[in-house]
């Protein structure tokens, strides 16, 4: 059966006036064709930049260079929060969210516990929070930094995965949330191995990097990230070599960046490595926090990228602890407006005026 967006998308493509879909298809072809001949001059440029990074140094990394690490079997958890900002009555505005932990103990073969963390509902006032969704956002890296506070305390040796990066891009200018965090982070790593896994890497950390290496300017006009670049280095790779599975990049210290020299001061270095399970797989950003300035961090990135990969299925967007953690944690825009309707229905009086107003203030 056809899907029902299909149809849907014939149908309004059909109704539209033929003289506008002929202009338009026309159009079309012309940006396709710009689009084929850019990339083409975009991909030549990244397999000569990955040519000359590799006339020195090993880039590109296989199974091959990890087959002794194992860690399928080990403690893990995956830790992620959601929320979803409702409402704005008088400027008010609620907040539902929740912050869900995903505990295997005894390996990935294991049945999980769901650990909801926390959940509740957050007030956030307009008129002190222009950024309404900014502010709820910081709330609730607060709470998952929380939970990871929590999980340090218990001191267990495990793998802890959690969604997006060590470092939240939110707090960059709250030093005392950034202190909170980097004693958090100093604590679990104590006892663990520590991996935040960036689905969408914005940052140019790497394109940096290669342009003071090999003194090329302008990188970041052909390449918007990093993640942009790995995904040319890991599909020339994979062609060339016919190769299909797990690939991670070298690694890079990322201290001397921005808000990461502040982590740096407070006892806590980071760097990362660009990473993919397999072809179809989603191309990763994996951030490995450490503390010793002695730390081998070619030895932390292999067995990051051996942890991610004992711990992430063919096929899969990210690893399975923190993936699950991401579905379970999800407020949902039915149940965040339910939410709010029984909010409203609570607030209400018997007084017709009363409920007037806040009909129209909603």
């Known amino acids: 059966m056809e ?41 030549e440029k990244a397999y000569k930049i990955l040519n000359r990074l590799s006339e020195n140094k090993k880039i590109i990394y296989s199974e091959s260079d990890v087959e002794y690490l194992y860690f399928e079997n080990c403690t893990s ?30 390996g990935i073969n294991q049945q999980p516990i769901v650990d909801v963390f926390e959940a509740g509902i957050e007030e956030i006032k307009e008129q002190e929070h222009i950024n309404v969704s900014g502010e709820a956002s910081k709330r609730m890296l607060i709470g998952e930094t929380r939970a ?24 960059y200018n709250d030093f005392k949330y950034i202190e909170y965090r980097a004693n958090v982070v100093k604590s679990c790593i104590e006892n663990s191995k520590l991996i935040g896994c960036v689905k969408r890497s914005r940052d140019t950390f790497f394109l940096k990097y290669f342009e003071k290496l090999l003194k090329i300017d302008g990188l970041k006009n052909h390449f918007p990230s990093d993640q942009h670049l790995f995904s040319y280095f890991f599909t020339h790779y994979r062609f060339k070599n016919n190769y299909e599975g797990m690939l991670f990049s070298n690694v890079l210290d990322l201290s001397h960046n921005e808000t990461y020299r502040i982590y740096k001061e407070y006892g806590i270095s980071i760097c990362s490595i660009f990473f993919q399970k397999s072809m179809e797989s ?25 942890a991610a990969s004992n711990w992430q299925y063919p096929h899969q967007y990210i690893p399975l ?20 309707d029984e909010i409203l229905t ?17």
């Open 321 to 340: 602890p923190v993936e699950l953690a991401h579905e379970k944690c999800k407020i949902r825009e039915g149940a965040a407006e339910t939410i709010y």
């Open 77 to 106: 958890i995956g830790i992620d929060g959601s929320f979803f900002p409702i409402g704005g009555v008088g400027g008010q505005w609620y907040v539902p969210y929740a912050i869900v932990r995903i505990l295997f103990n005894h």
């Open 3 to 43: 899907n029902l967006d299909e149809i849907k998308k014939q149908y309004d493509f059909n109704k539209t006036e033929p003289e506008v879909i002929i202009d338009l298809v026309a159009d079309a072809n012309k940006k396709g064709e710009k689009i084929r001949q850019r990339n083409a001059e975009i991909q």
């Open 148 to 171: 990871l506070e929590d999980w340090g305390f218990k001191k267990i040796k495990s793998l802890i995965f959690i969604d997006g990066p060590i470092v939240d891009p939110p707090a």
């Open 282 to 306: 989603t191309i990763l950003r994996l951030d490995l926090p450490f503390i010793d300035n002695k730390t081998d961090m070619q030895q932390l990135a292999l067995e990051g990228a051996k």
């Open 346 to 362: 609570k607030s209400r009086t018997g007084s017709p005026e009363s409920i007037m107003t806040m009909l129209q203030l909603r």
